[in-house]
């Protein structure tokens, strides 16, 4: 599908210098940043880059990464680009056995993989999503609080009339474990308490969720914003909050999370072009957007792996 590609300082080259990506605070896959690009100016934009870039990991965001693939292809004719979207713990896994050259995930790699891992790794921020709670057509409900959320998610409310719906059964529609639409999610309702998530069916991509919601009555799941589909379900509010871009920036809306692709440190240079590409103002200026994300630099707040939010 995807198969062009320069490397970063071709790309700064063609771009005409390094006006597109100052500011992102680069982080290459264990070679220097953006200052030593510039430095070396013209004649690393001679060099030419070649091979395969290959990733797995959170189905999320896995539009936006096969797009902006797409634009970074149809410049560069000496990369493959291919991947999937099987979740975030199977995509950091993947990084970290090396069986895949980018890791995709919804959620820090520290939650997910062992400490001599991680620290082989290199992380790059590439968005941000807000994800909330779908519910079918037929469903009245508009509003959840996050103790109904949780209710609702633990097994303890299983009656749309117990939220002030109609007298159905709510059908619960969950992630599978290992997702990070579902870790995220986990634990903006239920913090850290320890509590056994339920579900009637549980669905191993976001893709999956939308076409579940589309069919089924009296249901509930959620999803990130840019799987939202209003033809087929209904996003609704929490605590009073629309779930839209603008509240996540400021934290309003609380269920939200960073985008993350993975690296090795010693990663080849076809996959750090790529991810270079990500950070470069063709992604982050409009593409980002575009797709249903939220720019990291448009935030005013940042979370840490142990989801913390902070000011910036």
Not at 76 to 95: E, H, Q, R
Not at 196 to 220: H, P, R, W
Not at 237 to 250: F, I, Q, R, W
Request: hydrophobic letters at 40%.
């Amino acid at each position: 599908m995807l198969d062009q590609a320069y490397s970063r300082r071709q790309f700064l080259g063609l771009a005409g210098g390094l006006a597109s990506i100052v500011g992102l605070g680069l982080v290459g896959c264990g070679v220097s940043g953006a200052s030593d690009a510039a430095d070396k100016g013209s004649a690393a934009a001679a060099e030419s880059v070649s091979g395969e870039v290959t990733y797995d990991g959170a189905s999320s965001f896995q539009a936006l990464v096969e797009a902006a693939a797409e634009k970074f292809m149809d410049a560069n004719p000496d990369v493959s680009v291919s991947g999937s979207g099987n979740g975030s713990g199977k995509g950091l896994t993947a990084v970290a056995a090396g069986t895949v050259t980018i890791g995709n995930s919804d959620v820090f790699a520290e939650t997910k993989l062992e400490a001599d891992q991680v620290k082989n790794l290199v992380d790059h921020e590439v968005a941000v999503v807000g994800m909330g709670p779908v519910v079918s057509k037929n469903v009245k409900v508009d509003d959840l609080s996050l103790e109904q959320l949780k209710g609702i998610f633990s097994g303890q409310i299983t009656n749309w009339k117990e939220v002030g719906g109609d007298d159905a059964k709510i059908v619960v529609l969950n992630r599978k474990a290992g997702s990070g639409t579902r870790a995220t999610f986990e634990a903006a309702v239920f913090g850290d308490e320890a509590v056994d998530f339920k579900g009637d069916a549980e669905l191993d991509k976001s893709g999956d969720v939308q076409t579940q919601m589309g069919s089924t009555d009296n249901a509930i799941s959620y999803l990130d914003f840019s799987h939202f589909d209003d033809s087929k379900f209904n996003a609704i509010k929490v605590e009073g909050v629309e779930p839209k871009s603008a509240n996540v920036t400021d934290d309003s809306f609380r269920i939200w999370a960073t985008e993350h692709m993975y690296c090795a440190k010693d990663a080849d240079e076809a996959t750090k072009a790529f991810l270079e590409f990500m950070l470069s103002d063709d992604v982050q200026g409009k593409l980002v957007e575009e797709q249903g994300f939220i720019p990291v630099s448009a935030m005013k707040v940042v979370k840490d792996a142990s989801g913390k939010v902070s000011s910036k």
